[in-house]
C-alpha cells in the first residue's frame, strides 16, 4: 500500500477546484510530505510540512440517479430502476439514465481517455452531472407544521409546488414547476445510497485514472450539504466510529478509493491529501492554520493554466487512516457558526483534495504516469438574514458566503448560456470562482449534489437551488487525463514503434515463408537476402535509444529534444523498411501469378496433347515419369488416357515442372510435320506387328494375353504414376 511515485508529473490543470498543487522531484518518492496520525479524539499531528508552489488542476463531472422518500407525496407509482445497476436499489430510488451526463455517458468518456495507441488523452466534452438531495423535515419543521413542498414523480424528476400555501394556488398548474436531474434522492435516502447511486463511485475511478474530479454540495443554509458530504458534526468529537451509518461520502469514498488501489497491484499509487477554507473571501489551510489563520494567496499558474493556492500543505497518506486523519483535522479546524436556522453551521466554503499520483509500467516498458484528484467541496448555504437573524460577525459571514454564492451563480449561468459561454466569465470576482473554475468549465469531471429543504417555508430558496442546479446540468467540460505532456509524447512515439515493429516482424515472417518456399537463384529471393541482411546488421535503421522515463525530468531541454530526434527518426527508419518489405513482397506475389498463369497454360497444352491421343484409335504409350521417384518406368504399347481417379497431387504444376521443362525443350526442338511422321511411323510399326501377329496364329493368344495383362498393369501403373510422355 506504499506508494512510490517514481516520476510525479507536473500538475497541468487548469485553475480550478482546488487550490493546491504539488511540486515533487520527479524520479523518487515525495519527500517530505506532512503525515497526519489519527488520534483517538486528540489533535492529528503534523510531522514535516510540504510547502507547494505551482498550480494545481481539477475536473468535472459525473453520473447516475435515483430517488427516495420517507412520507413525501407521491404522484405516480413507484417504478424500478432502469439500469441495471439498480438490482439493489431502495424502492424510493428511480434511475434516469439519461442521455446527458449518465454514468454510462462517463464510462465511454473514461474509457476513451484511457485509450490505446497513439490516442492522446483527451476526450469528447460532456456535461456536469447533478444529483438532487431532499432532507427530512426536521423537527423544528415538523412542530410548526410546515407542510411538504416538493413531490417526487420518478424518473430523476422533482416537482415543486406554487410558493402560495392557500388551497386555491395550490392546484394552479402554472406555478408547479418540474425539474429532470441525473438523480433524485428523496429525504428517506441514506448516506449510503449517495455513495451508490450518486455517481460518485465513477468520480473516485476516474480520479485514479487521472482525472480531475469534483464533488460538490450546494444548497441553502440547513439543507444538508455538510450532512451528505461528512455527516452530522459531533461524529469528528471523539473517536470516529467507522461503521457509523451516518458518516458522510467522504469518508465513504476514501473506503471505496482504498479498495480499489489495492486491488491493482500493477500500479504505484502515492496519495496526498489538503484541506482548506474560504472564510470571508481568505483562504485558511485547515491542516495548519495557526493561530493567526493567516490566509494564504491565490495565484494564477500560467504553466497549468489554473488558480493554484500559494503554500497550501499536502499530507502523504499512506493508509486510509491518514486520509480520515486529514478530514477530522479539517472539520475541527472549519468556521462554524450557529444561527436560527443551524446550530451547527458553515461558515466557509471547504475544499478537500485528494490527488492520487500514479506510475504504471506499460507492455513497452514505458512507465506512465499520473495525477488524478478528487476535490470535495462543501460550500456554505446561501441565507436569508432576515430569516437566519445573523448579525455581527455571522452577519459579515452570511454577507460574504452570499456574494461568494452570487458569483457562482453568475459563472453557472455563463456558462450554460451556449451565446454568454464563450464570453466572459467572472471567475476572478471571488476566491470560490478562482478555485471552482476548472471543475466548471475545464477538463475535470464534476458532480453537483444540490440539497434542498422539504419545507414549504422555503420554498424560494428551494426554488432557487433547483433552478441553478439545472443550470449547472447544462454546462460541459472536457475531461482529459493530467499527464506529463513530455511523457505523453514519448509514450505516443513509443506506441507507433511498437507498432512499426510489430508490423516489420510479420512483414518478415510472411516474406521468410516465401524465401523458404522459392528456389536458389530466384532474384526475389536474393532481394529479400539483402534486406533482411541489412535489418540484421543493423544498417536498416538508427540504433534505438533506451529510455528510462524515470530519468527523463533530470534531462536538460537539448537532451529532451534530441530524445524526441531520435524516437522520430527511428520511426521513419521503421516507416521506410516497412515500406521497402512491402514492396518485396507485392515483387514476389506478382511473380508468383507469373508462374501460375505459366502452369496453367502448360497444363492447357497437355490437356490438348491427351484429346489428340484419345481421338488416336491406338498410340503407344510412353514410359511414364514418376514425380516422387523421379524414375521412368518401361511403358507400354497403349495410350491409356487419365483415370479421374488419379490423385490431384500428381499432376500438381509444382510436381509436373520439370517434366515440362523437358517438354517444352523437346518441343521447341521438333516441328509439328516431323512429330507427325513420327507419330505415322509408330502406328505403322504397331500395325505390322499386330500382322505379324495374325500372321502365326499359334502365338496369338498368348501374345493377346500378355498384351490384356501388360494394358491391365498399365493402367494400375497411370494411376500412380501417370505422366504422358509422347516423345519417347
Ligand atoms: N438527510 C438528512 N437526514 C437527517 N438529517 C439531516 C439530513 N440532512 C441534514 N440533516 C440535518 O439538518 C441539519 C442541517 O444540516 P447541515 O448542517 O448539513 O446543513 P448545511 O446545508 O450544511 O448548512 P450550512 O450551509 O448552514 O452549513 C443538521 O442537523 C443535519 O444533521
Known sequence: MVRRASSVPHLNNSGASSADSVTTTRGRA??????????????????????????????????????????????????GGSSGSSRNTPYFLRSRENEIGSADTLEIVASKSTGTASEEPSTPEDNINVVVRVRPLNDKE???????????????????????????????RDSVRVFTYNVVFEPGATQEDILDYSGIKRIIEMGIEGFSCTAFCYGQTGSGKTHTLTGPPDLFMGKPNPKDPRHGLIFRSFVYLFQLIKNRKDV????????????????????????????????WSKKSGGFFVENLFTVDCEELDDLLAVLEEGMRNRAVGSHAMNDHSSRSHTILTVHILSDQQTDGGVFLSKH????????????????????????????????????????????SDNKKRSGHIPY???????????????????????????????????????????????????PV?????????????????????MENEHLKAALNLHHQAGTVG??????????????????????????????????????????????????????????????????????????????????????????????????????????????ETPGTEIWTNPDPAVPAAATTPTALLPL????????????????KRIDQQRIAKNILLMANAFRKPNAQPEQATENNNTISKNNNSVQSDYMPDMLT
Do not use: W
Open 660 to 675: 515440362d521443362q523437358r517438354m517444352s525443350e523437346d518441343e521447341n526442338k521438333r516441328t509439328h510435320t516431323a512429330q
Open 30 to 79: 515525495p519527500a517530505g510530505g506532512v503525515r497526519l496520525k489519527r488520534s483517538t479524539g486528540g489533535k492529528a499531528t503534523t510531522p514535516t510540512q510540504q510547502r507547494q508552489s505551482s498550480g494545481s488542476s481539477s475536473g468535472s463531472r459525473v453520473p447516475r440517479s435515483r430517488s427516495l422518500t420517507n412520507g413525501m407525496r407521491r404522484l405516480s407509482p413507484q417504478k
Open 481 to 501: 487525463i493530467m499527464m506529463d505532456p513530455r511523457e505523453a509524447l514519448i509514450l505516443s512515439l513509443k506506441r507507433d514503434i511498437h507498432a512499426l515493429q
Open 428 to 478: 476572478r470576482d471571488s476566491q470560490l470562482t478562482k478555485l471552482l473554475a476548472d471543475s466548471l468549465a475545464g477538463n475535470g469531471v464534476t458532480l453537483m449534489i444540490a440539497c434542498v429543504s422539504p419545507a414549504h417555508y422555503n420554498h424560494a430558496e428551494t426554488l432557487n437551488t433547483l433552478r441553478y442546479a439545472s443550470r449547472a446540468k447544462r454546462i460541459r467540460t472536457k
Open 522 to 631: 530466384d532474384p526475389v529471393a536474393n532481394l529479400l537476402d539483402l534486406q533482411l541482411e541489412r535489418v540484421n546488421s543493423g544498417d536498416a535503421g538508427i540504433p534505438v535509444p533506451k529510455v528510462d522515463l524515470e530519468r527523463l525530468p533530470e534531462l536538460d531541454g537539448t537532451e529532451l529534444a534530441e530524445l524526441v530526434k531520435l524516437y522520430m527518426a527511428e520511426n521513419e527508419s521503421l516507416r521506410q523498411e516497412n515500406n521497402h518489405l512491402f514492396t518485396v513482397r507485392e515483387t514476389i506475389l506478382r511473380d508468383q501469378e507469373i508462374v501460375c498463369r505459366e502452369n496453367e497454360r502448360l497444363l492447357k497444352k497437355l490437356e490438348e496433347v491427351n484429346n489428340v491421343c484419345v481421338r488416336s484409335p491406338l498410340i503407344p504409350a510412353r514410359p511414364a515419369f514418376s514425380p516422387t521417384t523421379g524414375k
Open 142 to 172: 415538523k412542530r410548526d407544521r410546515h407542510g411538504p413542498t416538493l413531490q417526487f414523480p420518478g424518473n430523476g424528476q422533482v416537482i415543486i409546488e406554487g410558493n402560495d400555501m392557500g388551497a386555491k394556488r395550490s392546484h394552479n
Open 268 to 299: 504505484n499509487y502515492v496519495l496526498k491529501a489538503s484541506f482548506m477554507e474560504i472564510y470571508n473571501e481568505r483562504v485558511i489551510d485547515l491542516l495548519n492554520p495557526g493561530s493567526a489563520r493567516k490566509p494564504l494567496a491565490v495565484r
Open 372 to 415: 488524478g484528484k478528487i476535490n470535495f467541496v462543501d460550500l456554505a448555504g446561501s441565507e436569508l438574514t432576515k430569516k437566519t437573524m445573523s448579525e455581527g460577525k455571522t452577519l459579515e459571514e452570511a454577507n460574504n458566503i452570499n456574494k461568494s454564492l452570487m458569483v457562482l451563480g453568475y459563472c453557472i449561468s455563463s456558462l
